[in-house]
């Protein structure tokens, strides 16, 4: 049985933003009904922290979505209608920040997943706010490119991206997570609850993880809202991924086996499992970001309102339920 087509909540008359996705052209994969729950109500929240006046530092929003959930693709639709809109946005991905491969493999030995990144304390967080505080003091955007295909199937910085931008969004699949802290994550350890999926040894890294996760915390108080991409189900990410490692390598891509995409996308479920990491982001300031937008994902990646309360201006929350 087909889903039926998601129904958008009722929504304003149509706007600028309306408009200019109406004339876009080549926004890639993305669902027309994430355009308009998600990205229209994004930029309009970008435009109104840079033309209304009120903004003392350029903004900076963070996009959380599991892998597969098509970040990336939309990313790039943000971009392309942000020109058409005047915006100078730049959507960068967490991942171009991951630490050089000889770091990465001495912080990461021994690992559950036998992954060489992906979990918390992969990313050069020092660079990243480094790079974060010369471009809102006026300085241009300068972050590093990783290319995953290098050294070995490991990853590598491939050269620097550098960009005049005047708005910034980060995305990755654990933008927005809170670190339990020791006393709590040893609570839900004992109870098991959100934890059965997981094997005994992933279990006993939680702490490292959980640890790694609380040297974040500067960079989700840098961010000024948190918009979510969330499935409706967990199981979906899985097949998502290996949706999309098919695809590429039909077109002459894709470098991953099975086995390899196996651990990749379970180091993301298991290093911070939903129950614990993701769910809470689904409160006004479950993760210290208010909460601003969002939508739920069906298998098809079309979206439905979120159905939470947001903390999000009325510009960029009345296309949202």
């Known amino acids: 049985m087909v889903p039926p087509e998601p129904t958008l909540p009722s929504e304003p008359a149509p706007d600028a933003w309306d408009r200019r996705l109406a004339q876009a052209e080549d926004l890639g994969p ?3 009904s994430l355009l308009r729950l998600l990205a229209l109500p994004m930029l309009r929240r970008l435009e ?8 003392s530092r350029r903004p900076l929003l963070a996009l959380n979505g599991p892998v597969g959930a098509g970040k990336t693709s939309l990313g790039r639709a943000l971009e392309r209608l942000a020109v058409l809109g005047g915006l100078r946005l730049a959507v960068v991905s967490i991942d171009d920040l ?4 000889p770091e990465r493999r001495a912080l990461l030995a021994g690992n559950p997943f036998g992954v060489s990144r992906v979990p918390p304390g992969s990313h050069d967080l020092p660079l990243l706010m480094g790079a974060l505080a010369s471009w ?6 300068r972050l590093p490119r990783f290319d995953k295909t290098l050294a070995g199937g490991d990853g590598e910085r491939n050269g620097w991206r550098e960009e005049p931008a005047e708005a910034l969004v ?3 699949w654990l933008m927005g ?8 994550l040893e609570e839900r350890l004992r109870s098991d609850t959100g934890l059965e999926a997981l094997s005994k040894p992933e279990r006993r890294w939680l702490p490292r993880w959980d640890e790694h ?3 974040y915390d500067g960079l989700w108080s840098a961010c000024d809202g948190l918009w979510l991409l969330r499935p409706n189900t967990w199981r979906l990410p899985r097949r998502w991924r290996f949706q999309a490692e098919a695809r590429q390598r039909r077109a002459g891509g894709g470098w991953l086996n099975g086995r390899q995409l196996e651990a990749l996308v379970r180091a993301t479920l298991h290093s911070l499992p939903p129950a614990l990491y993701q769910d ?3 409160g006004r300031t479950g993760s210290g970001i208010p909460l601003e937008g969002g939508a739920l994902l069906d298998g098809r990646r079309r979206a439905h309102p979120l159905g939470v309360q947001l903390s999000s201006p009325a510009s960029a929350s009345s296309a949202i339920g």
């Not at 991951?98 to 491969?101: E, G, K, S, V």
């Not at 809102?136 to 955007?141: C, K």
């Not at 997570?177 to 709590?184: I, Y």
């Open 98 to 101: 991951y630490l050089p491969a």
């Open 30 to 32: 993305v669902h027309p």
């Open 136 to 141: 809102r003091a006026g300085g241009t955007l």
């Open 213 to 215: 996760l609380e040297a």
């Open 170 to 172: 980060i995305e990755g």
């Open 177 to 184: 997570c809170r670190a339990l802290g020791s006393q709590a």
């Open 48 to 55: 109104d922290s840079l033309r209304g006046g009120a903004a």
């Open 280 to 282: 809470p982001l689904l």
